[in-house]
């Protein structure tokens, strides 16, 4: 291997890679035409297979040789955009030189430039990237289809602000980050950043740099690339990193590992001689998800309701359940249904009980290019997946939520009927999803929103385990949309009329509450305020009729269970309350 790669041929001998998911990627060099090593370089990787594509600068030293190397060898070169470097060029307009200038001077100042916009200088920046724009096309004969900025000059405030970079172009995202590796502010900022930048480009779903060369780190990359779009930076002009793609660094990483043929994402229609039928995108699969205990006639219904989906020939299906009784009480149904389905059912058990052990089973049982998850007690409309699948493709994000309604029947109490104690909000198509309102009892996720992590849900939740999933992801970066139109109704037994279970629900999500990183001091004196006021307003409450003095009580619980549990104690010791 080459000089400072930390990874050994021993570390991954006898791995089969042939029956290993293939993990396919973009590697993207940049700086091509900086300098006539970092061209070279490049050029050498491109023509071993290593490198995708390159990201061509304009208006430098070795600018037009790299645009003719690139139509002698078919490289596909995007465009490098150059807001931070002098031009090396000989013959750059004053007008531009002067106006780039201005634009270093400002960007160079630190990270204000990429946050916040600078209206004395939108003039230079419309005229600096219309510029480049134009002498790209002039050099390689057609507009650039990928661009990126040299020092991420295409994140700046004022080029996305403006909307300079045409539509339609495929971006780069900002460098992924995991939950912890960067301040909340700063996720949240990058992720402000992406979906302005989503609204009117393709991006990649993760994007990393090659550096450092450590083995645990790509690894953890690779395994992405198996589901999801994937871009690794590099910049061969450093020692290090061509030597590691010259030796075919990626392939000693117990991974059967595809570089893409050009800078190409998975489902885009790119014109490019060398992209093989055989890789052409297959039609997505959805594995439905469904966590199950003790309910084997409401998982039945459940199936049929499944079996009879639309997909318009969209997309394909299967079904996975994962039951958390130790009896298996699931099995049975599973088994009778099988029989009778024209859908692929698997069956899993965790034994373990804990609604999120239950969950990390099946999300670990599942295979499919979407996730869609359901609870066991409810059933979907015939056009459930279809409508979610196309409203997630047409936001382009990483998955979409949709309404659970309430069903009871007629033998239900009147105080439960007339109370909002099942109601949720169903909200407006297309608005962002915010995690404390997020759970998974409707809803399809990208696959890839669970790549790299075993144990998607923490266990030490014994209910909210759904929120506390979302809020993670959404502080890494993804984002998550509100459909309105695809629904699945929940059915509520008469277990679930009783006053006991809600209370016991509530006390439960009280607690749950406890374990959250923003239950700090204000929460708490929030609690410790709300408990003898509700508490005194109770008779009034109960003199207003039954339904408002319960939905004054749960209140009550969940605060109980809130300060119950930052003492150190358990309302319940069983984790289920669906009995």
């Known amino acids: 291997m080459g000089r400072g790669v930390q990874i050994s041929a021993a570390s991954v001998e006898g791995i089969p890679h042939a029956a290993e998911p293939r993990s396919t990627i973009i590697v993207n060099a940049d700086d091509w035409g900086m300098r006539l090593k970092a061209t070279d370089r490049i050029l050498d990787c491109v023509r071993h297979g290593s490198v995708s594509s390159t990201s061509a600068m304009v208006f430098m030293e070795d600018s037009e040789r790299g645009a003719e190397l690139a139509r002698e060898y078919g ?10 470097e002098a031009f090396t060029a000989k013959d750059v307009p004053a007008r531009l030189r002067e106006e780039h200038v201005k634009l270093m001077r400002f960007l160079r100042k630190g990270r204000r430039g990429k946050v916040v916009p600078n209206p004395l200088l939108a003039g230079a920046f419309e005229y600096v990237v219309k510029e480049q724009l134009e002498e790209f096309e002039r050099l390689y004969g057609a507009k650039a ?19 300079l970079l045409p539509q339609g172009t495929m971006v780069r995202r900002n460098f992924t980050f995991a939950a912890g590796e960067k301040s909340w502010l700063k996720l949240r900022v990058r992720a402000f950043q992406d979906r302005q930048l989503a609204r009117r480009h393709s991006m990649t779903e993760y994007f990393f ?44 990483l117990g991974y059967a590992v595809t570089v893409t043929q050009g800078y190409r994402l998975r489902g885009s229609h790119v014109s490019n001689a060398r992209v093989r039928e055989e890789d052409a995108v297959k039609t997505p699969h959805v594995a439905v998800c469904i966590c199950t205990y003790k309910r084997p006639a409401e998982l039945k219904r459940l199936l049929r309701d499944l079996d009879r989906q639309k997909t318009d020939g969209l997309f394909t299906y299967s079904v996975v359940v994962a039951d958390n009784d130790a ?53 979907p409309e015939p056009d459930w997946l279809l409508t979610l699948l196309k409203r997630c493709r047409e936001y382009g994000v990483d998955g979409v939520l949709g309404p659970v309604k309430r069903y009871l029947d007629d033998g239900a109490p009147q105080w439960l009927k007339r109370s909002s104690l099942y109601d949720r909000a169903v909200q407006p198509t297309g608005k962002e999803v915010e995690w404390r309102g997020a759970r998974t009892g409707n809803a399809l996720l990208k696959s890839a929103v669970f790549a790299g992590n075993e144990q998607p849900f923490d266990v030490k939740f014994a209910a909210g385990e759904d929120q506390d999933f979302f809020r993670k992801k959404i502080e890494e970066g993804r984002r998550f949309v509100w459909v309105s139109d695809a629904v699945v109704w929940e059915e509520l037994p008469p277990a679930r009329w009783k006053r006991s279970y809600f209370l016991r629900k509530a006390m439960l999500y009280g607690s749950y509450a406890a374990k959250q990183p923003d239950c700090g001091a204000k929460s708490v004196l929030k609690s410790l305020v709300a408990m003898p006021l509700y508490t005194l307003a109770l008779p009034f409450a109960l003199l ?33 309350v669906s009995e």
């Open 327 to 379: 009896a298996r009480s699931g099995e049975t149904a599973v088994e009778e249904m099988r029989g009778a389905m024209r859908v692929p059912v698997k069956y899993c058990a965790e034994p373990e009980k804990g609604i999120a052990r239950a969950r990390n089973r099946v999300i670990g049982s599942a295979d499919g290019d979407y996730f869609a998850l359901i609870d066991d007690d409810e059933f």
């Open 209 to 252: 740099d090659i550096a450092p060369l450590e083995e645990t780190r790509l690894r953890r990359v690779l395994e992405l690339a198996r589901t999801a779009d994937v871009e690794i930076e590099c910049h061969p002009e450093r020692d290090a990193e061509y030597d590691f793609l010259m030796s075919d660094g990626l392939a000693w």
């Open 145 to 163: 289809r990928h661009i990126d900025g040299h020092h991420h000059a295409h994140l700046a405030a004022n080029v996305r602000g403006q909307k």
């Open 544 to 576: 207003a009729g039954q339904h408002r003095f319960m939905t004054l009580l749960v209140k009550l619980c969940d605060h109980l269970g809130k300060l119950l549990s930052l003492m150190g104690i358990r309302p319940f010791h069983d984790e289920h």
């Open 75 to 84: 490289v596909d070169a995007g465009l490098h955009l150059n807001l931070t």
